[in-house]
């Protein structure tokens, strides 16, 4: 349960140093996007923050969300987040199970009403309620019942913050995101299939330091980490601005490292923190090895028309454009990015995927 200590009373409980503290504190300012003023704030802050009691509800979902939180490596900024934080229910991590793990969740949301966090990975079976239940509860009843004394709701995952795999076509469970069940609560996607872990934790720290969820886009991610497109940061794009794609994925271009853009990437309409945090330990993340972006941090990425289909400038036109941008000196990506804009924006208000075969079929 939730402790009465203050968070640098529990690290020092606990044997952190103050030195390891501060590498914490400047590590998680750095994955926040935060400026290095922000550190000393930031260790004030957390210093005298309580552990705020957490509990994590897996509906529809993979289990690839929590697989991704405990992929990270250690000794981690992750494993430091689960001692600022007491974690009372999580189905896959808690050591109790049946009744007792039921009597946890029950205990928590008791104790800590109106100030503990939820967390929510996995869609919601909005049509029949006896599809998926937990400890014969349904899923729904259970997600209404844990957010009511919720102070926020953190949908982590495109499952729980889009409907992701199990909202694909045809919906069976009539799967809804979070976000449609639960609307008078401070409510955040964390999207990605799954999201990187640092991410999670990231929104996570922000939230003991602050009080508060942090600035979010239109589909409520936060900015720091989707506030870019990974086209933007992506480190093909200077291939992408010369006109240098690979057609295959063993042909030379690809060997060469060019641009994805014509398998399939769906780069230029996915934001996330992909190309600049990387996944594995920072080690690589898929376009650096050799695949294109599947634009799983989006609405809707399962159904967007194939991973392998290229995006909305159909190849020709790509070609027209790279010939009238040697001849007037203009280049490619600029122009191109205006064509691109012109044909997907309002898709791309939305941030919805949108392939060459969508646009022939509305045109
Ligand atoms: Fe969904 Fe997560 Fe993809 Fe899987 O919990 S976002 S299918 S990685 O597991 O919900």
Partial sequence: MAEARTLGESLRHQGV????????????????????????????ALEKARRPSLIWLSFQECTGCTESLTRSHAPTLEDLIFDFISLDYHHTLQAASGDAA???????????????????????????????????????????????GAAAVIAVGTCAAFGGLPHAAPNPTNAVPVSEI?????????????????????????????????????????????????????????????????????????????????LGCKGPMTYNACATIKWNQGLSWPIESGHGCLGC????????????????????????????????GVALGAAAGVMNRRKTSAAAEKHEIVTVDDLEKSS
């Fill in 182 to 262: 639960i609307t008078d609560k401070p409510l955040i996607n964390v999207s990605g299939c799954p999201p990187i872990p640092a991410v999670i934790s990231g929104v996570l720290a922000h939230y003991l330091i602050f009080g508060q969820l942090p600035e979010l886009d239109a589909l409520n991610r936060p900015l720091a980490f989707y506030g870019q497109s990974i086209h933007d940061r992506c480190y093909r794009r200077s291939f992408y601005d010369k006109g240098l794609f690979a057609e295959t994925f063993d042909d030379e271009g690809a060997k060469k490292g060019w641009c994805l853009y014509r």
């Fill in 17 to 44: 140093s103050r030195r390891g503290f501060l590498k914490f504190c400047a590590a998680t300012a750095s994955v926040m996007a935060l400026p290095p003023s922000m550190v000393p704030v930031m260790a004030a």
């Fill in 102 to 148: 039921e009597a946890a969740r029950e205990k928590a949301m008791h104790e800590n009403f109106g100030s503990y966090l939820l967390v929510v990975d996995g869609s919601l079976p909005n049509e029949n309620n006896g599809y998926s239940t937990i400890a014969g509860i349904s899923n729904l009843e259970m997600l209404k019942q844990t957010a009511e």
């Fill in 297 to 328: 941090s989006e609405p809707n990425f399962w159904d967007a028309g194939g991973f392998y289909r290229a995006l909305s400038i159909p190849t020709a036109d790509i070609a027209k454009t790279a010939g009238y941008a040697a001849a007037t």
